[in-house]
């Protein structure tokens, strides 16, 4: 399988560079000692398990980054299927508040509701679902 070294590097550097890591930051939150970063950054590819955590340190999509590494082939999705799976991974690398989440939820349930017929949700189910109040009371009337 071919290596796209490059690539991952310069994703990890652009990730470090947005975080003002260095690469001993990038070491602590991987759990390596900082000379292995350094050879990542410059000649040593990652193994998966190390791409693995490399991406959860910096946030990033762990198929995309397995792909830069030469560990998988890029699957050839286009489509509908290719969209969802982009947006999976733009969710991957957000930052979820319960307000952000809640937002998100809202949008596309909204956007399911639309497409198979159901009717909107009302005010009190959609605070339930947010966790704002009780859907039903805890005793029976």
Do not use: C, N, Y
Request: no cysteine; charged share 30%.
């Amino acid at each position: 399988m071919a290596m796209e070294h490059g690539a991952l590097v310069l994703w990890m550097k652009r990730q470090m560079e947005r975080r003002g890591w260095s690469g001993s930051d990038l070491a602590r939150a991987v759990g390596v000692d900082s000379s292995v970063v350094s050879r990542w950054l410059r000649t040593r590819q990652p193994d998966p398990a190390s791409v693995g955590k490399i991406a959860f340190a910096l946030g990033g999509d762990i198929d995309e980054l397995l792909t830069m590494a030469g560990h998988r082939t890029k699957p050839a999705l286009d489509g509908a299927e290719g969209d969802r799976l982009h947006l999976i991974a733009l969710i991957r690398q957000v930052h979820l508040t319960p307000e952000r989440s809640a937002l998100l939820i809202d949008l596309l349930d909204g956007m399911r509701r639309r497409d198979d017929g159901s009717p909107p949700e009302d005010e009190r189910t959609r605070a339930a679902r947010a966790g704002q109040i009780a859907l039903f009371d805890a005793e029976p009337r």
